[in-house]
Protein backbone atom coordinates (compact mmCIF):
# COMPACT_ATOMS: atom_id res chain seq x y z
CA UNK A 1 0.00 0.00 0.00
CA UNK A 2 2.81 2.32 0.64
CA UNK A 3 4.47 1.89 -2.44
CA UNK A 4 1.28 2.54 -4.64
CA UNK A 5 0.34 5.64 -2.75
CA UNK A 6 4.24 6.88 -3.18
CA UNK A 7 3.83 6.05 -7.38
CA UNK A 8 0.39 7.97 -7.27
CA UNK A 9 1.82 11.46 -5.40
CA UNK A 10 4.45 11.45 -7.86
CA UNK A 11 2.04 10.84 -11.10
CA UNK A 12 -0.07 13.64 -9.41
CA UNK A 13 3.19 15.95 -8.59
CA UNK A 14 3.94 15.23 -12.91
CA UNK A 15 0.60 16.02 -13.81
CA UNK A 16 0.48 19.29 -12.32
CA UNK A 17 3.86 20.15 -13.22
CA UNK A 18 2.31 20.01 -16.75
CA UNK A 19 -0.13 21.95 -16.51
CA UNK A 20 1.71 24.69 -15.30
CA UNK A 21 3.94 24.34 -18.56
CA UNK A 22 1.08 24.91 -20.75
CA UNK A 23 -0.87 27.40 -19.14
CA UNK A 24 2.52 29.75 -19.72
CA UNK A 25 2.57 31.16 -23.34
CA UNK A 26 4.34 33.87 -25.08
CA UNK A 27 7.12 34.84 -26.23
CA UNK A 28 8.84 38.64 -25.85
CA UNK A 29 11.97 39.84 -27.74
CA UNK A 30 15.39 38.91 -27.24
CA UNK A 31 18.56 40.42 -28.25
CA UNK A 32 20.12 38.23 -30.96
CA UNK A 33 23.29 36.26 -29.72
CA UNK A 34 26.80 37.48 -31.18
CA UNK A 35 27.47 33.69 -31.89
CA UNK A 36 24.71 33.40 -34.85
CA UNK A 37 26.34 36.07 -36.54
CA UNK A 38 23.09 37.51 -38.30
CA UNK A 39 19.63 39.11 -37.36
CA UNK A 40 17.60 37.09 -36.47
CA UNK A 41 15.65 34.22 -38.37
CA UNK A 42 14.16 32.41 -39.31
CA UNK A 43 14.41 29.26 -37.90
CA UNK A 44 17.00 27.91 -38.80
CA UNK A 45 15.75 28.06 -36.98
CA UNK A 46 16.04 25.00 -29.08
CA UNK A 47 12.72 26.76 -28.32
CA UNK A 48 11.25 27.43 -24.39
CA UNK A 49 10.47 23.65 -22.67
CA UNK A 50 7.42 24.34 -22.55
CA UNK A 51 6.68 24.59 -26.19
CA UNK A 52 9.54 22.71 -27.73
CA UNK A 53 9.00 20.98 -30.96
CA UNK A 54 8.21 17.20 -30.37
CA UNK A 55 10.39 16.10 -33.68
CA UNK A 56 13.64 15.28 -33.19
CA UNK A 57 16.25 13.77 -35.86
CA UNK A 58 16.19 9.96 -36.04
CA UNK A 59 19.77 8.44 -34.42
CA UNK A 60 21.72 6.61 -36.73
CA UNK A 61 20.93 2.74 -36.75
CA UNK A 62 23.75 0.94 -35.46
CA UNK A 63 25.81 -1.41 -37.35
CA UNK A 64 25.41 -5.14 -37.33
CA UNK A 65 28.65 -5.38 -37.51
CA UNK A 66 30.98 -4.74 -34.76
CA UNK A 67 34.24 -5.56 -36.82
CA UNK A 68 36.04 -2.37 -38.01
CA UNK A 69 36.61 -2.13 -42.09
CA UNK A 70 39.59 -2.58 -42.99
CA UNK A 71 41.52 0.48 -43.92
CA UNK A 72 42.11 1.82 -47.03
CA UNK A 73 45.62 1.54 -48.67
CA UNK A 74 47.65 4.62 -48.56
CA UNK A 75 47.56 4.12 -52.89
CA UNK A 76 43.77 4.21 -52.64
CA UNK A 77 43.01 7.18 -50.40
CA UNK A 78 45.55 9.04 -52.34
CA UNK A 79 43.70 7.92 -55.69
CA UNK A 80 40.17 8.95 -54.15
CA UNK A 81 40.87 12.34 -52.71
CA UNK A 82 39.49 14.84 -55.10
CA UNK A 83 41.46 17.75 -56.21
CA UNK A 84 40.77 20.93 -53.87
CA UNK A 85 38.38 23.34 -55.45
CA UNK A 86 39.79 26.80 -55.66
CA UNK A 87 38.23 29.46 -53.05
CA UNK A 88 36.14 31.90 -54.69
CA UNK A 89 37.17 35.61 -54.82
CA UNK A 90 36.57 38.20 -52.29
CA UNK A 91 35.25 40.91 -53.72
CA UNK A 92 34.19 42.97 -50.43
CA UNK A 93 34.62 42.59 -46.96
CA UNK A 94 35.00 44.87 -43.52
CA UNK A 95 36.55 48.06 -44.11
CA UNK A 96 35.48 48.09 -47.95
CA UNK A 97 34.09 51.27 -49.28
CA UNK A 98 32.39 52.49 -52.49
CA UNK A 99 29.42 52.25 -55.08
CA UNK A 100 29.41 48.40 -54.81
CA UNK A 101 29.09 47.96 -51.26
CA UNK A 102 26.10 50.65 -51.54
CA UNK A 103 24.52 48.28 -53.72
CA UNK A 104 25.27 45.39 -51.43
CA UNK A 105 23.54 47.02 -48.76
CA UNK A 106 20.59 47.94 -50.93
CA UNK A 107 20.13 45.02 -51.95
CA UNK A 108 20.26 42.78 -48.80
CA UNK A 109 17.82 45.51 -47.48
CA UNK A 110 15.16 44.17 -50.56
CA UNK A 111 15.19 40.41 -48.78
CA UNK A 112 15.28 41.53 -45.11
CA UNK A 113 18.56 41.55 -44.22
CA UNK A 114 19.92 45.10 -44.30
CA UNK A 115 17.51 47.58 -42.04
CA UNK A 116 19.50 50.71 -42.28
CA UNK A 117 20.56 53.15 -45.21
CA UNK A 118 22.98 52.28 -47.52
CA UNK A 119 26.57 54.11 -46.52
CA UNK A 120 29.22 52.66 -49.17
CA UNK A 121 30.96 51.51 -45.72
CA UNK A 122 31.33 47.97 -45.15
CA UNK A 123 30.94 47.68 -41.32
CA UNK A 124 29.65 45.17 -38.63
CA UNK A 125 26.07 45.64 -39.76
CA UNK A 126 27.16 44.88 -43.46
CA UNK A 127 29.10 41.75 -41.81
CA UNK A 128 26.44 40.35 -39.79
CA UNK A 129 23.66 40.84 -42.86
CA UNK A 130 26.25 39.06 -45.21
CA UNK A 131 27.01 36.69 -42.10
CA UNK A 132 22.88 35.97 -41.94
CA UNK A 133 22.33 35.79 -45.62
CA UNK A 134 25.11 33.34 -45.98
CA UNK A 135 24.04 31.00 -43.29
CA UNK A 136 20.41 31.05 -44.33
CA UNK A 137 21.37 29.22 -47.78
CA UNK A 138 24.50 27.26 -46.61
CA UNK A 139 26.77 29.21 -47.66
CA UNK A 140 29.93 29.08 -46.12
CA UNK A 141 29.01 32.12 -43.01
CA UNK A 142 32.10 34.11 -43.13
CA UNK A 143 30.40 37.61 -43.44
CA UNK A 144 32.70 38.56 -46.30
CA UNK A 145 31.00 39.07 -49.86
CA UNK A 146 32.63 36.79 -51.99
CA UNK A 147 31.99 36.08 -55.79
CA UNK A 148 29.50 32.95 -55.04
CA UNK A 149 27.64 35.19 -52.20
CA UNK A 150 27.47 37.67 -54.47
CA UNK A 151 26.34 35.80 -57.68
CA UNK A 152 23.13 34.29 -55.26
CA UNK A 153 21.82 37.67 -54.18
CA UNK A 154 21.96 38.91 -57.40
CA UNK A 155 19.73 36.17 -58.76
CA UNK A 156 17.39 37.17 -55.75
CA UNK A 157 17.08 40.75 -55.91
CA UNK A 158 16.74 43.81 -58.57
CA UNK A 159 19.16 46.32 -59.47
CA UNK A 160 18.54 49.48 -56.64
CA UNK A 161 17.17 52.70 -57.48
CA UNK A 162 18.15 55.97 -57.10
CA UNK A 163 15.71 55.77 -54.01
CA UNK A 164 16.99 52.95 -52.61
CA UNK A 165 20.68 53.59 -53.01
CA UNK A 166 19.32 56.55 -51.03
CA UNK A 167 17.89 54.86 -48.18
CA UNK A 168 14.30 56.82 -48.78
CA UNK A 169 12.51 53.45 -50.04
CA UNK A 170 12.85 49.38 -50.40
CA UNK A 171 11.85 47.62 -53.43
CA UNK A 172 11.33 44.34 -52.28
CA UNK A 173 10.90 41.34 -54.53
CA UNK A 174 7.06 39.41 -54.04
CA UNK A 175 6.91 36.69 -51.83
CA UNK A 176 6.72 33.70 -53.78
CA UNK A 177 3.53 32.12 -52.37
CA UNK A 178 3.59 28.11 -50.77
CA UNK A 179 1.14 25.81 -52.74
CA UNK A 180 -0.91 25.12 -49.06
CA UNK A 181 -1.59 29.02 -49.06
CA UNK A 182 -3.86 29.01 -52.01
CA UNK A 183 -6.95 27.63 -50.90
CA UNK A 184 -9.30 28.75 -48.26
CA UNK A 185 -8.39 31.83 -45.65
CA UNK A 186 -4.51 31.95 -44.80
CA UNK A 187 -1.65 33.72 -43.03
CA UNK A 188 0.91 33.02 -45.65
CA UNK A 189 4.45 33.65 -43.78
CA UNK A 190 7.81 33.30 -45.46
CA UNK A 191 11.24 32.88 -43.73
CA UNK A 192 13.08 33.57 -47.19
CA UNK A 193 11.34 36.49 -48.03
CA UNK A 194 10.81 37.50 -43.96
CA UNK A 195 6.99 38.40 -44.84
CA UNK A 196 3.60 37.57 -44.00
CA UNK A 197 1.16 37.68 -46.83
CA UNK A 198 -2.66 37.27 -46.23
CA UNK A 199 -4.13 35.17 -48.53
CA UNK A 200 -7.90 34.52 -49.47
CA UNK A 201 -8.92 32.21 -52.01
CA UNK A 202 -5.27 32.16 -53.63
CA UNK A 203 -5.58 36.14 -53.91
CA UNK A 204 -3.06 38.26 -51.88
CA UNK A 205 -5.16 40.94 -49.66
CA UNK A 206 -2.47 42.24 -47.29
CA UNK A 207 1.64 41.80 -46.90
CA UNK A 208 4.38 42.94 -44.19
CA UNK A 209 7.36 42.50 -42.84
CA UNK A 210 7.64 40.12 -39.79
CA UNK A 211 10.88 38.58 -38.16
CA UNK A 212 10.98 35.42 -36.12
CA UNK A 213 12.87 33.46 -33.45
CA UNK A 214 16.69 33.07 -33.50
CA UNK A 215 18.75 29.82 -33.62
CA UNK A 216 18.17 29.28 -30.05
CA UNK A 217 14.24 30.03 -30.21
CA UNK A 218 13.13 29.09 -33.60
CA UNK A 219 9.94 29.60 -35.44
CA UNK A 220 8.29 26.44 -36.13
CA UNK A 221 7.71 25.64 -39.86
CA UNK A 222 4.80 23.47 -41.33
CA UNK A 223 0.94 24.17 -40.91
CA UNK A 224 -1.25 25.28 -38.14
CA UNK A 225 -4.28 27.02 -37.22
CA UNK A 226 -5.31 30.01 -35.30
CA UNK A 227 -6.79 28.84 -32.47
CA UNK A 228 -6.69 31.80 -29.89
CA UNK A 229 -6.91 35.73 -30.46
CA UNK A 230 -5.78 38.13 -27.61
CA UNK A 231 -6.08 41.81 -28.50
CA UNK A 232 -3.65 42.98 -25.63
CA UNK A 233 -1.93 39.86 -24.78
CA UNK A 234 0.59 39.75 -22.49
CA UNK A 235 3.40 37.22 -22.25
CA UNK A 236 2.65 35.34 -19.07
CA UNK A 237 6.90 33.99 -19.78
CA UNK A 238 8.79 37.53 -20.66
CA UNK A 239 6.16 39.70 -19.41
CA UNK A 240 6.29 41.71 -22.66
CA UNK A 241 3.22 42.78 -24.34
CA UNK A 242 1.94 40.83 -27.31
CA UNK A 243 -0.76 43.32 -29.09
CA UNK A 244 -3.16 41.97 -31.24
CA UNK A 245 -1.95 38.26 -30.75
CA UNK A 246 -3.11 35.57 -32.82
CA UNK A 247 -1.41 31.85 -31.12
CA UNK A 248 -1.18 29.20 -33.48
CA UNK A 249 1.45 26.58 -32.26
CA UNK A 250 1.60 26.82 -28.47
CA UNK A 251 2.66 29.94 -26.84
CA UNK A 252 4.16 31.10 -30.33
CA UNK A 253 2.00 33.71 -31.80
CA UNK A 254 1.67 36.90 -34.77
CA UNK A 255 1.75 39.60 -32.78
CA UNK A 256 2.51 43.33 -33.05
CA UNK A 257 6.32 44.12 -31.94
CA UNK A 258 7.39 47.61 -30.51
CA UNK A 259 11.11 45.98 -30.23
CA UNK A 260 10.72 45.41 -33.92
CA UNK A 261 9.50 48.44 -34.60
CA UNK A 262 12.39 50.39 -33.20
CA UNK A 263 15.27 47.71 -33.91
CA UNK A 264 14.17 46.06 -37.02
CA UNK A 265 16.41 42.94 -37.76
CA UNK A 266 18.70 44.05 -35.16
CA UNK A 267 16.77 41.54 -32.32
CA UNK A 268 14.69 38.65 -32.58
CA UNK A 269 11.95 36.80 -30.83
CA UNK A 270 11.46 34.28 -28.68
CA UNK A 271 9.66 31.80 -31.58
CA UNK A 272 6.63 34.48 -32.53
CA UNK A 273 6.01 36.02 -35.86
CA UNK A 274 7.04 39.44 -35.00
CA UNK A 275 4.81 42.19 -37.17
CA UNK A 276 6.08 46.10 -37.14
CA UNK A 277 3.44 47.94 -38.65
CA UNK A 278 0.84 48.09 -36.28
CA UNK A 279 -1.62 49.52 -38.66
CA UNK A 280 -1.48 46.18 -40.95
CA UNK A 281 -1.47 44.39 -37.93
CA UNK A 282 -4.02 45.58 -36.48
CA UNK A 283 -6.22 45.53 -39.61
CA UNK A 284 -5.57 42.00 -40.07
CA UNK A 285 -6.27 40.85 -36.23
CA UNK A 286 -9.84 42.32 -37.65
CA UNK A 287 -10.07 40.14 -40.71
CA UNK A 288 -8.85 36.31 -39.20
CA UNK A 289 -10.60 34.18 -37.59
CA UNK A 290 -10.05 31.40 -35.07
CA UNK A 291 -9.47 27.89 -37.87
CA UNK A 292 -7.93 29.99 -40.40
CA UNK A 293 -4.78 28.60 -41.65
CA UNK A 294 -0.60 30.14 -40.90
CA UNK A 295 1.75 28.26 -43.41
CA UNK A 296 5.04 28.94 -42.33
CA UNK A 297 7.61 27.90 -44.74
CA UNK A 298 10.87 28.64 -46.18
Avoid at 235 to 256: L, N
Amino acid sequence: MRRNHHTTVIAKTLAATAVVAVAAVGCGPQTVKPASGAPAAPGSPSAPAAFASASHSPSASASTDDKPAAAPSASAATAAKPAAKPAPKVLMANGSKGAQVKELQARLAQIGWFDDTPTGTYGAATTAAVKGFQGKRGLPATGKTDSVTWDRLLGMTTKPTAQELAGRAVNKPAAKLDPRCMTGRAMCISKTSRSLSWVVDGKVQSTMDVRFGSQYTPTREGVFKVFEKSRNHVSTIYHTAMPYAMFFSGGQAVHYSSDFAARGYNGASHGCVNVRDKAKIAALFDQVRNGDKVVVYW
